[in-house]
């Protein structure tokens, strides 16, 4: 029966075939030893008296690395800080894990390789070897080492006294490296803490500018209101107004000129000429214009907007009167129509 490749003891430990023995016995080394001498490997009858807990024939087939999922955008820079804050935390974690690993390690391969003069065959101390049983070998007492056997661990021992030498500093440095992640998280999050009063104060402030500023735009729209009645209410007077005046006018200077001097103070300009009255008709005619009113001449001579007034010649009273429209063909057959 082959030997697993993969044999789990009692402790966590999980072990790897690593070589075999000249008499086809099989030697293992923790998984995370990348190089391991062989005098300082463990049997399986070794690790049966730590305990077995599992073992696998087969390695697992490895797994591709999956992508990491996409961590959302920060939606804020207070976000950002805090997503820093958990990946130095996570650094800090694992740094304490990696040390805490190489003191295990240290410690196993320490107490493998404290034996030079160990058994030839299995490298257990004289003092309390006694009789054991080998895979491939059986049931042994304890064979000194060959000089070769005792310098090559003696050679491995130093090697491993420098490996722990640099576990030390390596252990320091991780020191060093988990004060400054400390002072690091801790510089994060007093910015973050002031960043985030920054932006409490600044929206406070935000808001009462914006309640200032609708408050100020409903004072604006009252006032405009207000303001846009009181131009429509002066503009309906001037309308009412010029198309008074311009009525009144247009009849004064349509009538005959005895008339068109009644109502003048006796102390009345020069005489003037005739071309000057039609220059008065045609500025009453562009007043009345200028206010909306449409004046047109109907067949019969008399003008009007066709719609509510026209001026007509009063035969009896001989002058212009203004008449409304649809009374016009009444007062026509009395009046005698235009002139």
């Not at 023995?21 to 998984?31: Q, V």
């Not at 007077?237 to 200077?253: C, F, I, Q």
Request: net charge negative; proline share 5%.
């Amino acid at each position: 029966m082959s030997a697993p490749l993969v044999v789990n003891t009692a402790d966590g430990t999980c072990w790897t075939l690593r070589a075999t023995t000249r008499d086809g016995g099989a030697l293992y080394a923790p998984e995370g030893v990348c190089e391991c001498p062989r005098f300082v490997m463990a049997t399986l009858p070794e690790l049966a008296e730590h305990g077995i807990v599992g073992s696998a024939d087969a390695l697992p087939a490895p797994v591709g690395p999956l992508m990491p999922p996409f961590p959302p955008a920060p939606e804020s820079f207070e976000e950002k800080l805090r997503q820093d804050v958990a990946r130095l935390q996570g650094l800090f974690a694992e740094a304490v894990a990696d040390r805490h690993r190489a003191e295990r390690e240290r410690d196993e391969i320490r107490e493998r390789v404290a034996e030079p003069y160990g058994c030839a065959h299995c490298g257990d101390a004289e003092r309390h070897h006694g009789k054991q049983y080998l895979s491939g070998m059986g049931l042994h007492g304890w064979v000194r080492p060959s000089d070769v056997q005792v310098k090559e661990r003696m050679l491995a021992r130093r090697a491993v006294c420098a490996d722990v030498r640099g576990l030390r500093a390596y252990g320091a440095r991780m020191q060093r490296v988990n004060a400054g992640l400390r002072a690091r998280v801790a510089a994060l999050e007093a910015q973050r803490q002031a960043d985030h009063a920054t932006w409490q104060h600044d929206l406070r402030t935000a808001r009462g500018e914006r309640d200032a500023l609708t408050a100020r735009i409903g004072e604006l729209e009252a006032e405009r209101h207000s303001t846009n009645e009181a131009l429509d209410d002066a503009v309906q007077a001037l309308r009412a107004g010029e198309t008074e005046r311009s009525a009144d006018k247009l009849t004064r200077l349509l009538a005959p000129t005895p008339t068109l001097h009644e109502d003048e103070p006796s102390e009345a300009c020069a005489p003037r000429t005739e071309r000057s009255y039609w220059v008065d008709i045609a500025d009453a005619l562009n007043a009345a214009e200028s206010v909306g009113l449409s004046v047109g001449i109907d067949l019969d001579g008399t003008l009007t907007d066709r719609t509510g007034w026209s001026v007509i010649w009063d035969r009896a009273a001989t002058q212009w009167v203004v008449a409304g429209y649809e009374d016009e063909a009444a007062d026509a057959g009395e009046t005698g129509g235009a002139r």
